[in-house]
């Protein structure tokens, strides 16, 4: 899956080391919104979260797996209507073995999720 | 239970439909399966699906526990619920395409509208990912 040009567009992005602001614009006619309600749009938190996933990725230069959820609160229900523009923070701590990404999604408004887990670099060894 | 009466029992079509089918319901949760098939909308490009599929499939095993007594007590239509907090949650692995995930869901008690649940999925009877979880059915 890949949601960038689906469910989102990346309209900005501000990197520095280990800290990214990126801006989003959520687009309507994304096929999720088919089954995710008929009749009625509201943005998969899971989708949310894969968002994450991916601009992680685009702020490593690697692909990379969820390995944990340390926790993750969807603290609003979004919708592409309510919310069409969003700010994502990402930041980034050595862990274990891994990465630590703290990340919020928000808009002017309010925060509709704030995550925090652990990702690893994609193993990408055939098993 | 057949793939049509999932239907019945959560609100989530194509192309998010996460379960198959329920396979049992108790008052403290259940069991539902769902086959990885070519075409699922989490699949990765090497064919494996995403941790967010593993997701969301844990939350529509427990949407559709939750359907099934809803529509026992009487209501008409499936209940809308909505993921409100993920917590302690390990993928151990990537499903393939073509594995049928198993996943049994525990329900505790619900407060207005928010219930804790925790949950493990398995294939083959290994253990693919657990977590737990906070669905939030906002009362009609």
Request: net charge negative; aromatic share 4%; with cysteine.
């Amino acid at each position: 899956m890949r949601l960038e040009h689906h469910y989102y567009e990346l309209n900005s992005m501000h990197t520095g080391g280990r800290h990214g602001r990126f801006h989003i614009a959520l687009r309507p006619d994304c096929e999720v919104y088919r089954g995710h309600f008929p009749g009625n749009p509201v943005c998969p938190g899971v989708c949310h979260i894969q968002t994450v996933k991916e601009l992680t990725e685009r702020l490593t230069g690697c692909r990379l797996r969820i390995r944990s959820i340390r926790l993750c609160r969807l603290k609003a229900v979004a919708t592409p209507s309510a919310c069409p523009e969003l700010c994502v923070d990402i930041s980034l701590s050595d862990t274990d073995g891994g990465l630590l990404v703290e990340a919020r999604m928000a808009d002017a408004e309010r925060t509709y999720m704030d995550f925090k887990g652990e990702m690893t670099k994609e193993d990408t060894r055939t098993e | 239970m057949t793939r049509e009466d999932i239907l019945t029992l959560i609100p989530q079509r194509d192309p998010i439909l996460m379960v198959d089918e329920l396979l049992e319901a108790a008052p403290d949760g259940g069991t539902a399966t769902l086959t990885v098939r070519p075409g699922n909308y989490f699949l990765g490009e090497d064919g494996r699906m995403e941790e967010t599929g593993l997701l969301e499939h844990i939350a529509q095993s427990a949407s559709a526990v939750a359907g099934h007594h809803a529509l026992a007590a009487g209501a008409t239509a499936p209940p809308v619920g909505y993921i409100g907090e993920i917590k302690k949650f390990h993928c151990h692995r990537l499903p393939q395409t073509g594995e049928e995930l198993r996943t049994t869901v525990r329900l505790g008690p619900e407060a207005e509208g928010v219930t804790l649940l925790a949950a493990e999925t398995r294939a083959d009877g290994e253990l693919v990912a657990d977590t737990q979880m906070k669905i939030y059915i906002p009362r009609g």
